[in-house]
Nanobody
Framework: QVQLVESGGGSVQTGDSLTLSCVVS????????VSWFRQVPGKEREFVAS????????YYADFVKGRFAVSRENAKNTAYLRLNSLKPEDTATYFC???????????????????WGQGTQVTVSS
């Protein structure tokens, strides 16, 4: 059974940083891409970033470029999303997701993702 467990969310001030973690089990972690999404209640879930199986291909949504950084440690079955210079509009539940593909460009439909975590809440106050 594949499980993705996010952690690292919290309540911070504008300009602060957080590092989110996504631990994957039951899945050949180093063979597949991992992506991060976020969702605000009442709005559609949106793509944030993705990293390919080996880390060689990384994609970011336009709104995060230069502020967020995605990475992975295959030896620990863990992916990370570093959130820098946080803004109130970054407030959302952040999810990691994976599936049977090695690379995950932003154009990859959500329906292609087989596995999702439960999410971790990030709240940024001004």
């Amino acid at each position: 059974q594949v499980q993705l467990v996010e952690s690292g969310g919290g309540s911070v001030q504008t300009g602060d940083s957080l590092t989110l973690s996504c631990v994957v089990s039951g899945h050949t972690f180093n063979a597949y891409a991992v992506s991060w999404f976020r969702q605000v209640p009442g709005k559609e879930r949106e793509f944030v970033a993705s990293i390919s199986y080996g880390g060689g291909s990384i994609y970011y949504a336009d709104f995060v470029k230069g502020r967020f950084a995605v990475s992975r440690e295959n030896a620990k079955n863990t992916a990370y999303l570093r959130l820098n210079s946080l803004k109130p509009e970054d407030t959302a539940t952040y999810f990691c997701a994976s599936g049977r593909f090695t690379i995950a460009p932003m154009s990859l439909p959500e329906q292609k993702y087989d596995y999702w975590g439960q999410g971790t809440q990030v709240t940024v106050s001004s």
